[in-house]
């Protein structure tokens, strides 16, 4: 991809919100289903004082006919507020809506939303992370140039093996955050 240096631009942490901000319930299509993890929002406010936050998510759920679109972004706007209350700032959540048959450009390990942030936001790329549960939110990072980061949270452990070799493994979005900000 093609990126300029912009003074002022900000580093970013991408974020999966199924498993690694909240439970995942698979294919949640209802507010009341949402739980935050315990961790989540001290992990967030300390990420927010040197990052822009975003999530990411890919909710087949859609596609696949479980969930409306609707239901999908009355979740995703609900998570927002939840952390909000708790004085965390989401600058913008990114949602695919496909399953992987779908072969879209924007479900993940594609970087679409990253460059599609990049785009919209001042973002400084290569200081920027990705966190998630599942393989393919780490390579999502590491394909846009920043760097992925994956959690044994959610379903973390039964996806450790097919992680590539040499991967950053935290117990948790905290222990993430916090390996983070010690950089
Ligand atoms: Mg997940
Ligand atoms: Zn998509």
């Given at each position: 991809m093609n990126r300029v240096e912009t003074a002022g631009a900000r580093p970013a942490v991408f974020l999966d919100r199924d498993?690694?901000?909240?439970?995942?319930?698979?294919?949640?299509?209802?507010?009341?289903?949402i739980e935050l993890f315990p961790f989540a929002v001290e992990a967030l406010r300390m990420l927010q004082e040197k990052y822009l936050l975003f999530i990411v998510t890919n909710q087949s759920g859609v596609s696949l006919g479980t969930i409306t679109r609707d239901a999908a972004e009355r979740v995703n706007t609900h998570v927002v507020r939840m952390l909000l209350s708790h004085?965390?700032?989401?600058?913008q959540v990114y949602c695919c809506f496909h399953?992987?048959?779908?072969?879209?450009?924007?479900?993940?390990?594609?970087?679409y939303f990253i460059e599609k942030a990049a785009g919209q936001f001042s973002i400084d790329i290569p200081r920027s992370y990705s966190i998630g549960d599942h393989p393919h939110d780490v390579e999502f990072g590491r394909a846009a140039g920043a760097t992925g980061l994956y959690v044994f949270t959610g379903h973390g452990q039964k996806h450790k093996?097919?992680?590539?070799?040499?991967a950053l493994c935290f117990d948790d979005l905290l222990s993430a955050a916090q390996w983070i900000m010690a950089h």
């Open positions: 498993g690694t901000i909240i439970e995942d319930r698979g294919h949640l299509g209802h507010i009341g289903q004085g965390i700032t989401i600058q399953a992987r048959h779908d072969q879209c450009d924007c479900i993940k390990p594609r970087p093996r097919e992680l590539a070799h040499g």
